[in-house]
């Protein structure tokens, strides 16, 4: 056996499942076609940014990655929702929902996904029992009841006892596995930059719901001696296809409009990139010797900072699985465990950030004074909004624990 774990796709989960493997005393490659973009400039940088929920945290201390991004993490303590979808962008309800009702900790903690590959990779180069070897992709399985054998793209293959997919919502291992995915389609792009902005933003994350999607502003260090966020701007397709497009100026005036002007008037701090938008789930989440985490298993519309943090449940369930019986590494019954213990929720989770997104962008005007209804309703009530805040975090979830 070559190795007790192959693990397809070397984004920020695929790095992150390495880290938890090899730290949990596991044997593991982790492949992918190229190497972690990790400077913020640089061609190709990932531009957004991943909150990490408290129940993360937990996860990412063990796998020794915590102490790395502490230094450049910003707490979230405030999580302030706006409806903006009356006839002007101004808003018409604001809630703030605050960590401290039900926590001495921030919700979570936000860094800069080209930070995060910084940092996942640099722990993987001083871990003796984990290889990162880029340039090479996984392009094809063959499985026993014993062992998995990865064809890679060089024309070698790797002998293993667990294959993970981390690679993607295409994913290759997925697709050659024949497990098919369910897939919701919002005719959305989102827009993702970096912005200054002259009033501070006391660590709060603001949504501002409008028709076309919400416009997210996260707390991120200053930057060159001005307060800084990320934003994520959902729109339908060719809106934000002619906003990716427009000159910077008129970007700006645009991006502080859709804002509300909630932080005084932005200013660009960083290249445009932009994605579409989709809402997505595998119909099984293993196969023999085969795992899916991640976007191979699960796609969400980036509202409330689910989508990383659901992968990283994943890794933590399966981890502990393996942890649990090392003997039963990769065995039908760690499968159908890991299966059944994320698949539920990970239906769930995709359905109701599928209906909040849809809420979002309704454009009827009694839609848009319900929504700004139910805004005011569900955080008037105390009980209320602190189930909505720990559902939120995913406190209790099946494999992480974390501090409430």
């Known amino acids: 056996m070559d190795h007790d774990i192959l693990i397809a796709g070397g984004g920020i989960a695929g790095l992150a499942a390495a880290a938890a493997f090899g730290a949990a005393g596991f044997d593991v490659l982790c492949v992918d ?37 502490a230094p450049h993490a910003m707490p979230l303590e ?13 808003a018409r309800v604001c809630r703030d929902f605050a960590s401290s009702d039900i926590s001495e900790l921030p919700f979570g903690w936000n860094l800069p996904n080209w930070l ?83 009033l501070p933003h006391d660590n709060v994350s603001t949504e501002v719901h409008r028709t076309g999607g919400p416009f997210t502003l996260v707390p991120l260090p200053d930057h060159q001696g001005r307060p800084s966020s990320a934003v ?7 809106e934000a296809a002619a906003l990716y497009e427009m000159e910077d100026t008129a970007f700006e005036t645009a991006m502080t409009e859709r804002s509300t002007h909630i932080l005084g008037p932005l200013t660009l701090a960083s290249k445009r990139t932009i994605w579409p938008i989709i809402a997505q789930h595998a119909t099984h989440l293993a196969s023999e010797r085969l795992a899916l985490v991640a976007e191979a298993a699960h796609v969400v519309p980036p509202i409330g900072a689910q989508g ?20 039963a590494l990769g065995s039908v019954e ?9 698949f539920t929720d990970i239906r769930a989770r995709v359905a109701g950030i599928t209906a909040l997104n849809r809420a979002s962008m309704a454009a009827a005007p ?5 929504r700004a209804a139910g805004i005011t309703a569900l955080h008037g009530v105390a009980p209320v909004r602190k189930a909505l805040m720990h559902l939120g975090l995913g406190v209790g979830r099946q494999g992480v624990s974390g501090p409430e």
Request: charged content about 25%.
């Open 308 to 327: 990383l943090n659901m992968s990283l449940t994943d890794l933590a369930t399966l981890r502990d699985l393996a942890v649990a019986q090392p003997e």
């Open 78 to 90: 405030t999580m302030r929702i706006v409806d903006a979808g009356g006839a002007a962008p101004q």
């Open 116 to 198: 995060l590959r910084r940092e996942f990779s640099a722990r993987l180069n001083e871990m003796a029992g984990v290889t990162f070897l880029t340039g090479v992709s996984a392009t094809g399985v063959f499985t026993r009841t014993s062992e998995a054998r990865v064809t890679l793209s060089d024309g070698t293959m790797r002998r293993c006892r667990l294959v993970i997919a981390a690679d993607g919502r295409g994913s290759t291992l997925r697709q050659a596995a024949g497990i098919g995915v369910r897939t919701t389609r919002f005719g959305q792009k989102a827009l993702a930059f970096a912005v200054t902005h002259p």
């Open 334 to 342: 760690m499968l159908d465990r890991y299966h059944r213990a994320r």
């Open 33 to 69: 076609p190229a190497p972690p973009v990790t400077t913020r400039e640089a061609a190709g940088a990932d531009l957004r940014t991943t909150a990490f929920l408290q129940p993360a945290r937990t996860f990412l201390e063990e796998a020794g990655l915590w102490d790395r991004l």
């Open 366 to 370: 009694p839609l848009r004074d319900l």
């Open 232 to 238: 994520v701007w959902m729109e339908n397709g060719p």
